[in-house]
């Protein structure tokens, strides 16, 4: 992708129109994933083959239904917060668009509700797999390994929080300003691949998915929200993609060939006009 972003200098009521147009977010997780490594059998391991380089003998103490069904969900809580927060110059921390939080915690707490009540049913369910674990392991079985149900609900956890953006203060400044960059080089990258692959799709056989302008339509409404530095392109291109993803359902263009190659060649004369091809 060809750079284009422009970034302008920042004086400070820049800086504190950036400040108040976003929240800070983090996320912290924890899960147990169902297996472990078994220590005494790879103690037992080194010891049979003469070398301390077998650092792990792993094993599946389950694959229970609501356990998986929690640990996907835990994966969906951190695409989902990805995909409705952009980037920022310190890991962990992500931004959010100030009129977006509702949205946002709406939709991680949801997901995080549906996890809760798996690790419940399957703390529910854990005498059944203490005794199928015994079953499939024999001798390897070791109980301890299971944690017990205050173990669980402390290893399955969903946190996060909002920080107002700080501003006022030299060091908070210089990272607000980064942080606007990072944004405009994050948000020019997703306009660009989302309308690539809705090209690609387009351009094929007609299986179109409703993923597919379902995320050019995020991006774009993204870009309204979080073009903190106002850049021109990236305004513009959100404002010439947005209508494609809009004003066709998904029936309509794998329906038509006509019209998907329309939107194809729409969406790739955008790209080109404006230098993002």
Not at 11 to 17: D, F, L, P, V, Y
Not at 212 to 234: F, R, S, T
Request: charged residues 30%; hydrophobic residues 40%; glycine residues 4%.
């Amino acid at each position: 992708m060809k750079q284009t972003v422009n970034i302008p200098s920042l004086n400070n009521q820049t800086i504190r129109k950036i400040a108040e147009r976003i929240q800070v977010c983090t996320l912290n997780q924890g899960k147990w994933a169902g297996s472990t490594n078994h220590k005494r059998e790879m103690r037992e391991e080194q010891r049979r083959h003469g070398t301390m380089r077998i650092k792990k003998v792993e094993v599946i103490l389950t694959e229970n239904v609501h356990l998986k069904a929690a640990l996907n969900l835990h994966g969906k809580i951190y695409n989902t917060h990805r995909k409705l927060s952009l980037a920022s110059p310190i890991d962990g921390m992500r931004i959010v668009a100030a009129g977006k939080v509702f949205e946002h915690s709406a939709a991680l707490s949801e997901l995080i509700n549906q996890s809760s009540n798996e690790v419940e049913k399957f703390i529910e369910q854990r005498p059944e797999v203490v005794i199928e674990a015994r079953k499939a392991l024999n001798d390897l079985f070791d109980e301890t390994l299971i944690p017990k149900p205050h173990e669980l609900r402390e290893k399955f956890y969903n946190k996060f929080r909002y920080f107002a953006a700080p501003c006022g203060h030299s060091d908070w400044d210089a990272w607000l300003g980064e942080t606007a960059q990072a944004i405009q080089v994050e948000l020019q990258d997703r306009i660009v691949q989302t309308a690539r692959h809705l090209i690609e799709v387009c351009s094929g056989d007609g299986k179109l998915y409703g993923s597919v302008l379902e995320k050019l339509n995020d991006v774009c409404e993204m870009a309204g929200d979080l073009n903190l530095l106002d850049d021109p392109i990236i305004a513009k291109a959100a404002e010439e993609l947005k209508p494609i993803a809009t004003d066709f359902s998904v029936e309509v263009l794998r329906d038509n060939e006509i019209l998907r190659h329309e939107a194809a060649r729409k969406a790739s004369d955008i790209l080109s006009v404006l230098d993002l091809g």
